[in-house]
């Protein structure tokens, strides 16, 4: 299954984008690419990485709405073995739909040279622009513009993640051919309503793009003057002369900002905003998922906090996007665009029936499990020790508390004086030690302040 997974995960392009509209998350354009990419983390990282952020009952009470499953009246009663033989017999396939076209060279060879020459636009001075990975918000949503453009001026914030205040005064989309009402119809909606200026539409197969121009709060389609020109309406003093960017599509070739602009030598001059600070509370993330049987609403805050970094990878077997805790929080997130209900649907029941029997069984047998855990840390311990040269090791998280521990828990052990270039080594060498926990190492003196805390009330040495 793994090799079916990772061609299928192939098909996703890098820089994907993961958006929030209507307080759903939308992946490459559309709630069928975000089924498809759940689908796909829930085969790679297995059914207990969304139980683990979801109450037991509701998994249950979704399992019996979805599958007419037996009820379970008492958790602590549950009858494992008629459950394995209940779901063992249902008959399903899930069904999402697949990636059938990627996005070819020309239009990634034409969106790379249009983003260098806007990029090299802050060298004179008339404004910023941004790319695929930064988000854009526009009141509750957040998109990933392709290119974006913004004069700052005190009118924009600009975060470390994530652009917002009045909108940018050029947006730009290229369009993906079976998405393309999404950036024609759907996302033009949205930038008409919020006030964007100028939102231009590129459509790389048939050479063409769409001027739009805000004209009385509705967009009006505009054309190139004869001579082949467009004078940008929302940066005076900017023309963009899109001819030589068709000759650079088949074979890369690199553009300077003079090549695809002309610029007034009197355009008005505005000062470069610096990035406020990151926009988010940390805090959140303790919060969990407000998961339901029924889709919940995401917030912009909640989106931003848990929205990795759209790079897509595959690691060990499984999908991989930004991060361990980038997983977690697109899974989340899922859940809460799906509801619980729907999500069952994307597996087999016998692959969510043996999630939570595990769950259960790690609830009923806390201590014996954290035994388990706590085996393996001392083996650790001792590898830490001999061939990496710590000092001191201790322990902090819910491993030394006395709630039970699920699969996004980590466990993060403290080390003292590891000598000079061993950090790195020791570090893989302890998130590779265990495939059932997920070990965590530190070094004592780059603790955070949150960890430090931890350290001062609970640390356990090992």
Same mark, same amino acid.
């Not at 969304?50 to 249950?60: H, N």
């Given at each position: 299954m793994t090799s079916d997974l990772f061609e299928e995960y192939l098909q996703w392009q890098a820089k994907t984008k993961i958006e929030l509209v209507e307080q759903k998350l939308i992946i490459g354009k559309s709630l069928s690419g975000s089924r498809l990419l759940f689908n796909q983390i829930l085969r790679g990282w297995k059914a207990i990485s969304?139980?683990?952020?979801?109450?037991?009952?509701?998994?249950?009470q979704a399992l019996n709405i979805a599958f007419g499953a037996p009820a379970i009246p008492d958790l602590n009663a549950i009858?494992?073995?008629?459950?394995?033989?209940?779901a063992s017999e249902v008959i399903f396939t899930p069904q999402v739909t697949k990636l059938t076209e990627r996005t070819g060279r020309k239009s990634s060879n034409i969106r790379e040279t249009l983003y260098m020459a806007f990029f090299g636009l802050r060298w004179v001075g008339i404004g910023q622009s941004l790319?695929?990975?930064?988000?854009?918000?526009?009141?509750?949503?957040?998109?990933?513009?392709?290119?974006?453009?913004?004069k700052g001026q005190g009118l924009n914030r600009l975060y470390d993640y994530y652009l917002e205040g009045r909108p940018p005064e050029l947006v730009i989309e290229f369009i993906t051919p079976e998405y393309t009402s999404y950036d024609t119809e759907t996302k033009r909606a949205y930038y008409e309503a919020a006030g964007v200026p100028e939102?231009?539409?590129f459509d790389t197969e048939q050479e063409n793009i769409k001027f739009l121009r805000l004209e009385n709060g509705v967009y009006q389609r505009q054309h190139l003057s004869d001579d082949g020109r467009y004078e940008v309406s929302s940066i005076p003093g900017l023309?963009?002369?899109?001819?030589?960017?068709?000759?650079a599509a088949d074979d890369f070739t690199y553009l300077k900002e003079s090549d695809l602009f002309e610029i007034d030598s009197d355009a008005p001059k505005v000062e470069r905003i610096k990035p406020i600070g990151e926009g988010i509370d940390w805090s959140r993330g303790q919060l969990g998922f407000a998961t339901m049987l029924e889709p919940v609403p995401i917030s912009f805050e909640d989106y931003i906090y848990w929205c990795p970094e759209p790079k897509f990878e595959f690691v060990d077997g499984k999908p991989y996007i930004g991060s361990r805790d980038g997983i977690k929080g697109l899974t989340g997130m899922f859940l809460m665009t799906f *509801? $619980? /209900? +729907?999500?069952?649907?994307?597996?087999?029941?016998?692959?969510?029936?043996?999630?939570?029997?595990a769950v259960r069984f790690a609830v009923q047998n806390t201590q014996e499990y954290k035994a388990q855990v706590w085996q393996l840390l001392h083996k650790t311990a001792?590898?830490?020790r001999e061939k990496y040269g710590a000092s001191r090791l201790g322990v902090i998280g819910k491993l030394v508390k006395p709630e039970p521990l699920n699969f996004w828990d980590e466990i993060t052990i403290v080390a003292w004086n590891l000598p000079s270039g061993q950090m790195g080594k020791a570090y893989l060498a302890v998130s590779e030690f265990s495939e059932s926990f997920y070990l965590h190492l530190i070094d004592a003196e780059d603790a955070t302040d949150?960890?430090?805390?931890?350290?001062?009330? *609970? $640390? /356990? +040495?090992?």
């Open positions: 969304a139980v683990a952020l979801a109450p037991e009952y509701l998994w249950w009858d494992a073995a008629y459950l394995r033989s209940w790319g695929r990975v930064f988000v854009n918000r526009l009141g509750g949503n957040a998109f990933m513009p392709d290119i974006l453009f913004y939102y231009w539409i023309t963009f002369l899109p001819a030589k960017l068709w000759e *509801g $619980l /209900v +729907e999500s069952v649907k994307l597996l087999h029941p016998i692959e969510w029936v043996e999630a939570l029997l001792i590898l830490l949150i960890q430090l805390d931890e350290m001062a009330s *609970g $640390l /356990v +040495e090992i």
